[in-house]
């Protein structure tokens, strides 16, 4: 069992910036595939960034390509979200999510485990 542990996020205004953080209590931290993920009201949740063990391999969605940068540090067990240029459509509850070998990092079903969820919200 990996328990995932969030922090960051709030309120903050259009076009500012947001860090989030997921902090790891596992020793194998490294060999889990890391990602984010977001549910706005009303909506379901769905997919916003993935990184590879080494950090090597990232992806994003494309609603946030270029604004937003995943990273993780293996020997912290830490993972981040940077988030930029934030508007409104980026508000939502965001969770961060561990799997060992998913076949597709944007699906949901492929992480065994989740983060608690952070609210973000970006007022206009």
């Known amino acids: 069992q990996v328990q995932l542990l969030q922090s960051g996020g709030g309120t903050v205004q259009a076009g500012g910036s947001l860090t989030l953080s997921c902090a790891a209590e596992?020793?194998?931290?490294?060999?889990?595939?890391m990602g984010w993920f977001r549910q706005a009201p009303g909506k379901e949740r769905e997919f916003v960034a993935a990184i590879w063990w080494s950090g090597g391999g990232i992806l994003y969605a494309d609603s946030v390509k270029g604004r937003f940068t995943i990273s993780r540090d293996n020997a912290k067990k830490i993972m981040w979200l940077q988030m930029n240029s934030l508007n409104r459509e980026d508000t939502a509850v965001y969770y961060c999510?561990?799997?060992?070998?998913?076949?597709?990092?944007?699906?949901?079903?492929?992480?065994?485990?989740w983060g608690q969820g952070t609210q973000v919200t970006i007022s206009s």
């Open positions: 999510a561990a799997g060992l070998l998913p076949r597709d990092a944007r699906k949901i079903d492929e992480y065994a485990f």
């Open positions: 596992d020793r194998k931290f490294s060999t889990y595939v």
